[in-house]
């Protein structure tokens, strides 16, 4: 079984997938939300979890700086909840301080243009806070 990795925005949703063995993370897709209107796209994230045999959800949690939780983390929160009720999986929180900052640095670091760090940066986020999960389950 696999894990899965969100990166939660109010725009979009980075997706990425852990190797059968959990060892790696792998970046897979950017779905796009829109969080004002309640379009938060669970169709689309229970696709990949059947597709992937899913069986745990890591949902990235933005903290302050000073370890409490602000609008943005609460946001992340209830989209884990609503995974949680309608695909029925366990979800876990994993603090995502500077995660995309880190994503950009990388992308900055391969020279990759700024049209394409758009496009990829949610996924590569998403990435980076399932392999921090996986990391520590070893």
């Keep these: 079984m696999r894990v ?3 990166d939660v925005g109010s ?3 980075g ?3 852990s190797d059968e063995l959990g060892w790696t993370a792998q970046g897979i897709e950017t779905i796009k939300i829109d969080e004002d209107q309640g379009v938060f796209r669970m169709d689309r994230i229970k696709e990949l979890a059947d597709e992937y045999q899913v069986d745990t ?3 990235g949690m933005p903290k ?3 370890n409490t939780i602000g609008p943005r983390g609460e946001a992340s929160k209830a989209y ?3 995974i949680q009720q309608e695909l029925s999986l ?3 929180y994993w603090d995502e301080r500077l995660s995309t900052m880190a994503a950009e640095r990388v992308l900055l670091e391969a020279d990759v243009s700024r049209k394409k760090r758009k496009k ?3 996924k590569m986020a998403a990435m980076m806070i399932l392999q921090g999960y996986l990391d520590s389950q070893k």
């Design 80 to 82: 884990g909840e609503l």
């Design 90 to 92: 366990p979800i876990k």
């Design 4 to 6: 899965m990795g969100l």
């Design 64 to 66: 302050n700086m000073n």
């Design 120 to 122: 990829v940066i949610d």
């Design 57 to 59: 959800v890591v949902v």
């Design 11 to 13: 725009k979009t949703v």
């Design 15 to 17: 997706v990425a997938i």
